[in-house]
């Protein structure tokens, strides 16, 4: 069965902090990897794509992404207070690049 | 650009009607999927086109219709509404070829069925 954990939170972090959100999957053949971000009563937005073992930094994030391990992270730096949001992690399933199963998200507060 | 545009914004349906929704696109994508966002549940993927002409189940079809019109259209048939379908809708496409399956989303359908 596929699933996608992640820690509902909240995660509360102090302006200028680096924020840490953390996934967990369970299908060993997922293949691509998405960070997506969800302000309250929007759609969700795509922040980050990872498709092979170790980082990807574009900006302040970074994704990380251990197959092994089954499990793939994002790094917000320099965390600024637009960045409270929902984080959604979300990974492909069933050998299909198109079929995406989604974490249920969480929710990061940045504080000034 | 525009994006991916979704009709209508809002609605509210009674228990036994149908109503469509529609989906566009305007970026050449090639995929396009449906999914509905519920509180403590996720989102999930209802139906999806892999390419025009094409189209797959997900993980929560029933109850669900869909439609590739043509490259840029993609719409969701409710064909009898149950409240259970009281949810906010999600469209979204993708260029669907190696190494470029990101999504991008559209501003979502909230539905009301009672």
């Known amino acids: 069965q596929k699933e996608v954990e992640q820690n509902s939170g909240p995660l509360s972090v102090p302006e200028g902090a680096i924020a840490s959100l953390n996934c967990t999957y369970s299908d060993r053949g997922s293949q691509s990897f998405f960070w997506y971000r969800q302000y309250s009563g929007k759609s969700p937005e795509l922040i980050m794509s990872i498709y092979s073992n170790g980082d990807k930094e574009d900006g302040r994030f970074t994704a990380q992404l251990n197959k092994a391990s089954q499990y793939v992270s994002l790094l917000i730096r320099d965390s600024q207070p637009s960045d409270s949001a929902t984080y959604l992690c979300?990974?492909?399933?069933?050998?299909?690049?198109?079929?995406?199963?989604f974490g249920k998200g969480t929710l990061l507060t940045v504080n000034p | 650009n525009a994006g991916v545009t979704q009709t209508p914004k809002f609605q509210v349906l009674k228990t036994g009607q149908s109503m469509t929704l529609q989906c566009a696109q305007d970026m050449n994508h090639n995929s396009m999927y449906w999914y509905r966002q519920d509180p403590g549940m996720g989102l999930r993927l209802i139906y999806y086109?892999?390419?025009?002409?094409?189209?797959d189940k997900g993980e929560v079809p029933n109850g669900y219709n869909v439609s590739r019109l043509n490259k840029r259209e993609f719409s969701l048939r409710l064909e009898s509404a149950a409240p259970s379908q009281t949810s906010v809708y999600f469209c979204?496409?993708?260029?669907?070829?190696?190494?470029?399956?990101?999504?991008?989303f559209g501003p979502g359908t909230r539905l009301t069925v009672t």
């Open positions: 979204a496409s993708s260029e669907g070829t190696p190494d470029l399956y990101e999504q991008y």
């Open positions: 086109s892999a390419s025009e002409g094409t189209t």
């Open positions: 979300a990974v492909t399933y069933g050998g299909s690049n198109y079929k995406l199963t």
